[in-house]
């Protein structure tokens, strides 16, 4: 990072400085990438490097599971966990011949029913057997969930090319970093705005085209196999004529490619239900601009997600008009920026931007201080929510604070950001959402911007994708509408095999690749149906009863009293009469079988131990406890 620039942050983002390495771009983009790979090796710990992708390689799950016989001229599409879900683990395939292109790596944020994990993501067990096949992915933009998988997945499938724009590569290089695991990987940038086809592999004639979403620098695909298949793929997308940072989306080349005759076209989903076209980012920012010059007394805080560079801008703008200071908080937000200012996707004038701390802010008038604060889709785990805890280590909300959210409700967080404004009223801020003002805007297309894409496209099949049921059926009706016939539009399940021959054809195989939900826990990569997993949940639901045996090892007679530990299961004023009622059977239980099987195997005996206090517990309080008998011989 450049001397200008740490200057122009009054040098509070020297800490980034120091973790962050950027490389120099040159007309040859891949050797320059390859020579700041072999800058990082000196500074890798190898030990732990090996450690960790050694660990998860091995913890996928190893599955018996061969791919139907792909036949001659037939392209392979199969979709890995991205429907039937929002916001969750969404990773899709293409196969020619023995090639094998992947595209995207999502993950899933942890969920109540993940019970402690850190998130889910994509199981490619079947893919490993096939990793010499695979040795590129593509990736569509920067989101965290697009992205943060790559740690997990790149090791097992033996570090496949990484294709994405300027943007989305910087970003994937700092996770990577982070891992330990950069000097493994080659990462190639491409230009979005480029006609030049990309060959990849022998099988794959890429393009690249550029659109709108919550991100800057977002790509979607086109790609096409020896024989003619055609596959068009949008991901996130959103039609925007006035964006912030990026250009408007490039429609006119997008319809260009209609004459090409697309065989499939696969499209976003995720807001299928909402009618006409989503808000501009420009009416976004005449909402910001003036919420910011309007305040006048005590903070203004605006909460949104680290990856909304645009929205940044947008906030130095309208703090540069209004003789006012920003201040970032949050190490995510902080290190986005520093990459984004970087790139030139952000401009600031020299002193109006700084890291959140207590000497920073100490000289600024409070009505002169907004504070961009990070607010994850991890909502717990936010700078915001910890902030309404009073548990943040320099912000301290204050009276006739105003916090404003500029971001929206992930699918299923809304008990929890319900929670955080409360605790926020409580200390008495100020609360502004988009249900107040227009303060955010989606990042994916409304019904009327689908059907821009689907017009421009005309495919033989249309897929909608990403998303639950509800959503993708209605992206078809709306697809129905503008007279795609029903028989052409794919509403596939997660892991369906579909096979399209050249003249158009499409086999669809009754054959389902076996995939398992998997979630990272620690450094470890496991099935949610694991042991661990469920012993979890019996604790959550049922709580714990361990009882404790000693025994004389040579009679097997029991020793002293019999210990009882509750955690959860009884209330203060009956633990007595319950754990002597406990106690009681667990003796009777234990000396009755041992007298009618003297040599019964350790065990049985402990299994017939925690069926029967199962049942007796069940009778007596009706409370079903994970019972957890031990036995000490001594």
């Known amino acids: 990072m450049n001397n200008d620039f740490l200057e122009e942050l009054d040098n509070e983002l020297t800490q980034i400085s120091k973790t962050t390495v950027f490389p120099k771009e040159t007309e040859k983009q891949k050797d320059s990438i390859n020579k700041w790979i072999l800058l990082k090796k000196e500074n890798t710990n190898d030990e732990n490097k090996d450690y960790f992708i050694s660990k998860n390689n091995l913890n996928f799950p190893t599955v018996k599971f061969y ?45 109540p029913d993940m019970l402690w994990a850190n998130y889910s993501i994509p199981d490619i067990s079947f893919l490993i057997p096939y990793k010499k096949n695979i040795k590129w992915m593509i990736i569509t933009h920067a989101h965290l969930d697009h992205i943060w998988g790559l740690k997990n997945v790149l090791p097992a499938l033996g570090f496949p090319t990484l294709y994405g724009t300027k943007l989305t590569i910087w970003i994937i290089k700092k996770s990577l970093e982070e891992a330990n695991m950069l000097k493994q990987c080659t990462l190639i940038t491409i230009d979005s705005d480029s006609r030049e086809k990309i060959k990849i592999g022998n099988s794959f004639n890429c393009e690249f085209f550029r659109v709108n979403h919550s991100v800057p620098d977002c790509t979607w695909v086109y790609i096409e196999t020896p024989w003619g298949t055609k596959i068009a793929h949008t991901w996130d997308f959103k039609i925007d004529f006035a964006p912030e940072i990026d250009k408007p989306a490039d429609l006119s080349r997008i319809w260009e490619i209609w004459s090409r005759w697309i065989t499939l076209f696969l499209s976003d989903s995720t807001a299928s239900i909402r009618k006409w076209f989503s808000t501009s980012e420009k009416e976004i920012w005449k909402n910001l601009e003036q919420i910011i010059s309007s305040h006048n007394s005590w903070r203004l805080i605006i909460a949104i997600f680290s990856s909304w560079i645009s929205r940044v801008q947008q906030i130095i703008n309208a703090c540069e008009l209004n003789d006012k200071y920003l201040f970032l908080s949050g190490r995510s937000m902080l290190e986005n920026i520093a990459i984004a200012k970087e790139l030139g996707y952000i401009k ?263 069926n029967d206090l199962e049942s007796f517990l069940l009778h007596k309080i009706d409370r079903n406890p994970m019972i957890i008998p031990m036995i000490f011989e001594i």
């Open 348 to 610: 600031v004038k020299q002193g109006r931007i700084k890291k959140m701390s207590a000497k920073a802010t100490e000289w600024i008038p409070l009505e002169k201080q907004v504070i961009v604060t990070t607010w994850s889709q991890w909502e717990e785990f936010s700078a915001l929510s910890r902030m309404a805890e009073w548990t943040h280590s320099t912000i301290e909300i204050m009276k006739w604070d105003t916090i404003v959210f500029s971001s929206s409700v992930v699918p299923g967080n809304e008990r929890s950001v319900i929670s955080v404004i409360n605790k926020l009223i409580k200390l008495w801020a100020n609360v502004i959402t988009k249900e107040d003002r227009e303060v955010h805007t989606w990042g994916h297309a409304f019904q009327e911007e689908q059907k821009i894409m689907l017009n421009l496209m005309k495919p033989k099949y249309f897929c909608p994708v990403f998303g639950d049921l509800y959503f993708r059926n209605a992206h078809k009706n709306t697809a129905m509408s503008i007279w795609i016939k029903e028989d052409n539009i794919l509403l596939l399940d997660n892991w369906n095999i579909v096979d399209f021959w050249p003249d158009g054809k499409v086999f669809r195989s009754k054959i389902k690749v076996p995939i398992q939900e998997l979630i990272i826990d620690g450094h470890g990569i496991w099935v949610t149906n694991s042991h661990v997993i469920q012993a979890r949940e019996k604790m959550m639901n049922s709580w714990t009863l361990v009882v404790g045996y000693k025994v004389d090892s040579k009679t097997r007679a029991i020793l002293w009293n019999i210990k009882i530990e509750t955690r959860w299961l009884v209330y203060l004023d009956e633990v007595k009469i319950v754990h002597r009622l406990i106690a009681k059977k667990a003796r009777f239980i234990y000396e009755n079988t041992i007298k009618d099987v003297p040599d019964i195997e350790e065990k049985e005996l402990l299994k017939i131990i925690r």
């Open 67 to 111: 791919l139907p016989t792909l036949r001659d001229k037939y392209t392979r599409f199969i979709p890995i966990w991205w429907n039937n879900e929002t916001w969750a683990k969404n990773m899709n395939m293409i196969q020619y011949w023995e090639e094998i292109l992947l595209i995207d790596c999502w993950v899933q944020f942890a969920e």
